[in-house]
């Protein structure tokens, strides 16, 4: 820890968290970090969840809430702040999402492990079996668009337990990110909307020079997908993820023929997945990744798709 501690910006982008907020905003008024300022950025909540985090943090630490008239998707509501001038004076922000339970000294543990290019992501478990790992921090194969080596889903163990540096990505679930970060790197690409915002911004961190870290002694838990119908996998996180999968790979594509081979590999597997899909009689799931790859050739990124739309 340096010797002056310094002061975290926590950014949480909320929408209809009314079904779990009451423990998040428990779980983070206790934690043991002395230096943080809690900035909230609503996205058209019609749960009363934004009401219920103001009268928790009201009169009491350093508490920013915007309130947003729509749904402006994760992206914009991490933008917004930076935008804003509301992490002024801190030296890291922390992502946080709202559909988690945080350990008391995780963001001691996580300014324990930082570095002014380094980027620290936790062990995120999930809150309903603590026995597993939850969300991604690992590789990236940039020709086929997929994860690696993330241990998402696999038993926390010995090979969970170790730092490890040099990923290639991670969720912005939980991530400390130092300010000078976004300066150097620009803002989350709001066309995204969510889902792979954080891998693409991550690979344009890297190409300025900052890293990332996994610090496994710091841990929180998470429900997944909390406010987008909870679970893996949903028809909005289908939707988004396979339209946000080919715009990712399109962007930082190397060459016109490394785009294609990708082209060419992602429709075979979506016929695989469809057949699959059809085999479970999962409809929404199979609508919801037709309509994803369609919008993406048509052009249509940024928010298109609400989660009662699919």
């Known amino acids: 820890m340096p010797d002056v501690t310094p002061r975290v910006g926590i950014i949480v982008v909320n929408y209809n968290s009314a079904a779990f907020i009451d423990e998040f905003c428990a779980s983070l008024k206790a934690i043991d970090y002395p230096a943080w300022r809690l900035i909230v950025v609503d996205s058209g909540s019609s749960d009363g969840s934004m009401t219920a985090i103001e009268s928790s943090f009201a009169g009491c ?157 710091a841990v929180i838990y998470h429900r997944e997908s909390g406010s987008s119908g909870g679970g893996w996998m949903t028809p ?27 082209t060419a590999y992602f429709l075979a597997t979506r016929v695989a997945t469809a057949a699959k899909m059809t085999s479970r009689r999962e409809w929404p799931l199979l609508r919801a990744m037709a309509l994803g790859t369609l919008d993406y050739y048509r052009g249509r990124m940024g928010r298109t798709m609400q989660v009662h739309d699919l």
């Open 61 to 217: 630490m350093d508490f920013k809430a915007v309130r947003c008239p729509d749904n402006i998707g994760f992206a914009a509501g991490a933008n917004l702040p930076f935008d804003r001038g509301l992490v002024d004076g801190c030296e890291f922000v922390l992502f946080l999402n709202n559909d988690t339970i945080l350990k008391r000294d995780f963001l001691t543990r996580m300014v324990e492990s930082a570095e002014p290019k380094m980027i620290v992501v936790p062990k995120i478990l999930y809150t309903d079996d603590h026995r597993l790992i939850s969300t991604h921090a690992g590789g990236f194969d940039w020709r086929l668009g997929v994860f690696r080596h993330t241990f998402a889903g696999r038993p926390d163990g010995p090979a969970t337990s170790v730092r490890r540096d040099g990923l290639a990505t991670a969720s912005f679930c939980c991530a400390l990110v130092p300010v000078q970060a976004f300066r150097d790197a620009g803002g989350l690409d709001e066309r995204f909307f969510m889902y792979y915002e954080e891998t693409d911004w991550i690979r344009r961190a890297q190409a300025r020079g900052y890293r990332v870290r996994y610090e496994p002694s």
């Open 236 to 262: 909005f996180k289908q939707y988004y993820a396979t339209r946000n999968r080919i715009y990712l790979v399109r962007k930082h594509a190397r060459s016109r023929l490394a785009y294609a081979c990708f």
